[in-house]
């Protein structure tokens, strides 16, 4: 199972997987988020410390993937949005990460309502409470 964990207090961070959510028209990924008992559990397997409030972090075929690559990596599995991942690979991950580091400074600033949007039915199988 691949598993999307982000940051369940973000308004900024449930929009974006929300986004991801329904545009996942394979449903090639779970969403957890690290407010959860099974996102606790999963990020105390894998020994994620002190990033899981501001990083969204991908676990694809047992293997972990954080920030921009995790990003990168996801946008490459959303039908309409593959060529936005593959762009990703011009930039150097220590780049891209430093913008991903920027946006999840000022996340909260971004996206100030912090309303969540209730999904419809298709869209809640996919959430892992």
């Known amino acids: ?35 959860s008992v099974f996102g606790n559990d999963l990020l105390s397997k894998h020994q994620i410390l002190g990033l899981e409030d501001s990083t969204i972090i991908l676990l694809e075929d047992n293997k972990l993937y954080i920030k ?26 220590m780049l891209s990460d430093y913008i991903y580091d920027f946006i999840a400074k000022h996340r909260k600033k971004i996206i100030k309502n912090t309303n969540c949007e209730i999904p419809d039915e298709e869209i809640r199988k996919k959430f892992i409470v």
Do not use: E, H, Q, W
């Open 68 to 93: 921009s690559l995790a990003l990168r990596r996801i946008l490459l599995k959303l039908p309409n949005y593959k060529i936005a991942g593959l762009i990703m690979y011009l930039f150097p991950a």
């Open 1 to 35: 199972m691949n598993y999307v964990i982000y940051d369940g207090t973000c308004g900024f961070c449930n929009k974006s997987v929300m986004f991801v959510a329904k545009n996942d028209k394979k449903n090639y990924f779970k969403f957890v988020s690290n407010l």
